[in-house]
């Protein structure tokens, strides 16, 4: 089955630093990945996605991602974290199969954003 | 426009009582989802129906989840009996286009409805 895997259940920032929430899928003819932020009690949020137009992908709130085939990563990136970052973060692949499309999300990496 | 829309948002039974949620998609969107989010970990897909039609449901536990989107617009989602580990944030999200032939389209989440059962 196909997967993604994040690296870190649990990252901690400072405020005005970068952020790196990282990501590797396994590997696939032809992945579709995606970037979902989930606040508390609020539903999942597209931030970017991967479609294999471009491999530096930019997405909402100055978040990007770089799609890395020879080392099967999409790692999300941020240059200046902001206290309204801080969220569970999910890597996400999509996967189309016989008339069906389905996504299989990682276990999430939940960003602290310090003052 | 408005978003996906789901009710209860909430819902607290006891093992082996029934339960249903219910889920709107965004006007116009094709296929709908239900997911299962279970505290630590991320969504698992349940049932994905396009239209009215059921065109993946190989991860459903059929014998207590049944789920239906009779005409082809909102869904509901049912437990019964529930057991102690379905407690878990049920999420719906739909998309615009049908499903499959290689088309990567965007899902939209709705809040979810976190299910407690005691």
């Known amino acids: 089955a196909q997967s993604v895997t994040q690296l870190d259940s649990h990252v901690s920032v400072s405020e005005g630093t970068p952020v790196l929430l990282r990501c590797n899928y396994s590997?696939?003819?032809?992945?579709?990945l995606f970037w979902y932020v989930q606040h508390p009690n609020k539903g999942l949020q597209l931030l970017l996605k991967?479609?294999?137009?471009?491999?530096l992908v930019k997405g909402i709130n100055g978040f990007e991602a770089e799609f890395k085939k020879s080392e099967t990563s999409f790692h999300l990136t941020k240059p200046s974290a902001h206290m309204s970052d801080a969220a569970e973060y999910f890597c996400?692949?999509?996967?189309?199969?016989?008339?069906?499309?389905?996504?299989?999300f990682g276990k999430g990496t939940k960003l602290s954003v310090i003052p | 426009e408005a978003g996906v829309a789901q009710s209860p948002r909430y819902k607290i039974i006891e093992k082996r009582q029934s339960v249903a949620f219910w889920c709107n998609p965004i006007?116009?969107?094709?296929?709908l989802y239900w997911y299962q989010q279970i505290l630590g970990q991320g969504p698992k897909l349940l049932i994905q129906?396009?239209?009215?039609?059921?065109?993946?449901d190989s991860q459903l536990p059929k014998d207590r989840f049944s789920a239906e989107r009779l005409k082809g617009v909102d869904s509901t989602l049912k437990i019964q009996p529930a057991k102690l580990e379905d407690s878990a944030v049920y999420l719906c999200?739909?998309?615009?286009?049908?499903?499959?032939?290689?088309?990567?389209?965007?899902?939209?989440f709705g809040p979810g409805t976190r299910l407690t059962v005691l």
């Open positions: 999200a739909s998309s615009f286009y049908p499903s499959g032939g290689g088309r990567t389209d965007t899902q939209y």
């Open positions: 590997s696939s003819y032809s992945p579709s």
């Open positions: 991967y479609t294999s137009a471009a491999t």
């Open positions: 996400v692949r999509g996967d189309s199969g016989a008339g069906s499309y389905q996504l299989t």
């Open positions: 006007s116009g969107h094709a296929t």
């Open positions: 129906f396009q239209n009215n039609g059921v065109v993946d």
